[in-house]
């Protein structure tokens, strides 16, 4: 999920800087260190949004720099467990499907896509259902629920999110809705049925 967040950081100005406007350069500054680090706690900073509050200057012995204690707003990405997320499928691979769902990716593993039998079309690169013939593809929007979460500070890039489709309501958006028409048709069957079969006393 995406949170908005106020946190507080010190700030470092070098000495080239200090003429120029102290809240525009603390948010540049700020952006520059923050933007797209991990925090396993916070989650993924995705922007840094507003200046709040900057203390006054401090100057360390034998460094130029002026630093500021920061108070400041910004925006956050946070996955949480059992998240319901949507997203597009960004690459299809022999295991799985990755998932942009924010600032990161998520893997959905081929055994949690559905409950048929899967086939990779390593030529057309799309994941295709034995049974029903449904086709995943890059470019697909799909809905999931996050069931893992690794957040790796030192490398973003190595941070993972496991997806499932394999429940009620998620997966494919075509397939939801191929799925939910299906529902509808079949209690419109019964609610018919019924009404057949049902019939008032005769006096």
């Given at each position: 999920m995406y949170l908005r967040i106020r946190a507080v950081d010190v700030v470092?100005?070098?000495p080239e800087r200090l003429a120029d406007d102290l809240e525009e350069t603390?948010?540049?500054?700020?952006?520059?260190?923050?933007?797209?680090?991990?925090?396993?706690k916070i989650g993924i900073f995705v922007a840094i949004l507003d200046v709040i509050e900057i203390g006054e200057g401090r100057i360390l012995v034998g460094d130029p720099g002026v630093y500021y204690e920061t108070v400041f707003d910004a925006l956050v990405f946070r996955p949480v467990l059992q998240?319901?997320?949507?997203?597009?499928?960004?690459?299809?691979?022999?295991?799985?499907?990755?998932?942009?769902?924010?600032?990161l990716d998520g893997l959905v593993h081929i055994s949690?896509?559905?409950?048929?039998?899967?086939?990779?079309?390593?030529?057309n690169m799309?994941?295709?259902?034995?049974?029903?013939?449904?086709?995943?593809?890059?470019?697909?929007?799909?809905r999931a629920r996050i069931v893992?979460?690794?957040?790796?500070?030192?490398?973003?890039?190595?941070?993972?999110?496991?997806?499932?489709?394999?429940?009620?309501a998620l997966g494919k958006l075509e397939w939801?809705?191929?799925?939910?028409?299906?529902?509808?048709?079949r209690l419109a069957g019964v609610v018919g049925e019924e009404g057949a079969t049902g019939g008032g006393e005769s006096r």
């Open positions: 470092r100005i070098p603390i948010k540049e500054m700020l952006c520059e260190k923050l933007e797209g680090r991990v925090d396993k998240e319901i997320v949507e997203g597009e499928v960004v690459e299809i691979v022999e295991f799985g499907a990755f998932v942009n769902i924010g600032p949690q896509i559905t409950d048929e039998y899967i086939n990779y079309d390593e030529k799309m994941l295709v259902t034995k049974e029903t013939g449904r086709v995943l593809r890059e470019g697909d929007k799909v893992a979460v690794s957040l790796n500070e030192r490398n973003p890039a190595e941070s993972k999110i496991g997806l499932t489709m394999r429940q009620p939801i809705e191929e799925e939910r028409e299906k529902e509808l048709k």
